[in-house]
Antibody, heavy 122, light 107 residues
Framework: EVQLVNSGGGLVQPGGSLRLSCAAS????????MTWVRQAPGKGLEWVAN????????HYVDSVEGRFTVSRDNARNSLYLQMNSLRPEDTAVYYC???????????????WGQGTLVTVSS | DIQMTQSPSTLSASVGDRVTITCRAS??????LAWYQQKPGGAPKLLIY???SLESGVPSRFSGSGFGTEFTLTISSLQPDDPATYYC?????????FGQGTEVEIK
């Protein structure tokens, strides 16, 4: 059974940093693109970033480019999101998600973590 | 950037009703469209991929149709377990955009 477990959220002041983690199991992690999606309180879903199987290709939504960094450790079956220079508008539940098909960038997401809440406030 | 527009924003129907949600893309995306169901406090769940393919384990009352710029999610007979927010998502060239969501309620 595929499992994705999010962790690392919390309360942080504007300008601060936070690192989110996603522990994967139940599938061959190194074969799949992985994605981060966020959801602000009471709002819809927003794609944030994704990363290729070997980490050699990454993409970001414009609003986080230069502040967030997605990475992965295939030996530990783990995905990360380093968030720097956080702003109040980054407040959201952050989900990691697995792409449906192996080695496929432009894909939908068939398994999701439970989400972790990031609150940016003074 | 591709924009995805869902309609309606909210929908109220009775158990057993046929329910239809529409998603329009600002440019052609072929069949690169997925539908998700999200219940309060939960993560999204994939229902339909590639516009028409039913994800494993999803009840057959859910179906998808469309190509290019106009897509539809249909629930053939609304059930008590179906109230949720439904999102479309395009996944075309270097783009992964969600619609704004449709909240489905039971009358």
């Amino acid at each position: 059974e595929v499992q994705l477990v999010n962790s690392g959220g919390g309360l942080v002041q504007p300008g601060g940093s936070l690192r989110l983690s996603c522990a994967a199991s139940g599938f061959t992690f190194r074969n799949y693109w992985m994605t981060w999606v966020r959801q602000a309180p009471g709002k819809g879903l927003e794609w944030v970033a994704n990363i290729k199987q070997d980490g050699s290709e990454k993409h970001y939504v414009d609003s986080v480019e230069g502040r967030f960094t997605v990475s992965r450790d295939n030996a530990r079956n783990s995905l990360y999101l380093q968030m720097n220079s956080l702003r109040p508008e980054d407040t959201a539940v952050y989900y990691c998600a697995k792409h449906l098909k192996p080695d496929f960038r432009e894909d939908c997401f068939d398994n999701w973590g439970q989400g972790t809440l990031v609150t940016v406030s003074s | 950037d591709i924009q995805m527009t869902q309609s309606p924003s909210t929908l109220s129907a009775s158990v057993g009703d046929r329910v239809t949600i529409t998603c329009r893309a600002s440019q052609s995306i072929g069949r690169r469209l997925a539908w998700y169901q999200q219940k309060p406090g939960g993560a999204p769940k994939l229902l339909i991929y590639e516009a028409t393919s039913l994800e494993s384990g999803v009840p057959s009352r859910f179906s998808g149709s469309g190509f290019g710029t106009e897509f539809t999610l249909t629930i053939s007979s609304l059930q008590p377990d179906d109230p949720a927010t439904y999102y479309c998502q395009e996944h075309s060239y270097y783009s992964w955009t969600f619609g704004q969501g449709t909240e489905v309620e039971i009358k």
